[in-house]
T-cell receptor, first 117, second 113 residues
Framework: GAGVSQSPRYKVAKRGQDVALRCDPI?????LFWYQQALGQGPEFLTY????????KSGLPSDRFFAERPEGSVSTLKIQRTQQEDSAVYLC???????????????FGPGTRLTVL | AQSVTQLGSHVSVSEGALVLLRCNYS??????LFWYVQYPNQGLQLLLK??????LVKGINGFEAEFKKSETSFHLTKPSAHMSDAAEYFC???????????FGAGTILRVKS
């Protein structure tokens, strides 16, 4: 596709429910990032993949958050037993290979707005 | 640890006036610096970036920013504001060796007619 896509765009969950958020990066982009953007704040890093390897998960706020990218393309961010503080926009970004022009720029998807009631 | 401070959560300018959005960063290693714009219900769009070389960087939509190492600043400017510039703007830093972006809290730009 032309850009990074995310689904669903909007998700409402009851507290305690599990959710799964999907990211389709730009074709050929090997690096993929997840960020969490709380209302009125800047995005905050959650985790980073290079191909299928999760190289940095230091930003995941708790063990209820889990991300995977099993085939090195599509990624899923899973949140178990959602809490109200998980309400935020979850952004996905991908980067072209470093050898290409723009290989230091993250291209963002439109985000998934999660509301936990 | 790296951090970004955006002075002013809200900036209001008249159409045709100068836009100045401030960004200061802290980084112990040479930084890569970015400005992104976010329109309502949309993802982040890159405006411009500084990696190496010329410290005055020109971006899309008439925006530019200047990297000033001595001031640890990367302020965003545009000579003449347009109504379509109304959006939220984020400054971000990434170090030379890292991958993740560290963002400021954002500045909402309002353009008055």
């Amino acid at each position: 596709g032309a850009g990074v896509s995310q689904s669903p765009r909007y998700k409402v969950a009851k507290r305690g429910q599990d959710v799964a958020l999907r990211c389709d990066p730009i074709s050929g982009h090997v690096s993929l990032f997840w960020y969490q953007q709380a209302l009125g704040q800047g995005p905050e890093f959650l985790t980073y993949f290079q191909n299928e390897a999760q190289l940095d998960k230091s930003g995941l706020p708790s063990d209820r958050f889990f991300a995977e990218r099993p085939e090195g393309s599509v990624s899923t961010l899973k949140i178990q037993r959602t809490q109200q503080e998980d309400s935020a926009v979850y952004l996905c970004a991908s980067i072209p290979p470093r050898r290409l022009a723009g290989g230091d720029t993250q291209y963002f998807g439109p985000g998934t707005r999660l509301t936990v009631l | 640890a790296q951090s970004v401070t955006q002075l002013g959560s809200h900036v209001s300018v008249s159409e045709g006036a100068l836009v100045l959005l401030r960004c200061n960063y802290s980084s112990s290693v040479p930084p890569y610096l970015f400005w992104y714009v976010q329109y309502p219900n949309q993802g982040l769009q890159l405006l411009l970036k500084y990696t190496t070389g010329a410290t005055l960087v020109k971006g899309i939509n008439g925006f530019e920013a200047e990297f000033k190492k001595s001031e640890t600043s990367f302020h965003l400017t545009k000579p003449s504001a347009h109504m379509s510039d109304a959006a939220e703007y984020f400054c971000a830093v990434r170090n030379l060796y890292g991958n993740k972006l560290v963002f400021g809290a954002g500045t909402i730009l309002r353009v008055k007619s």
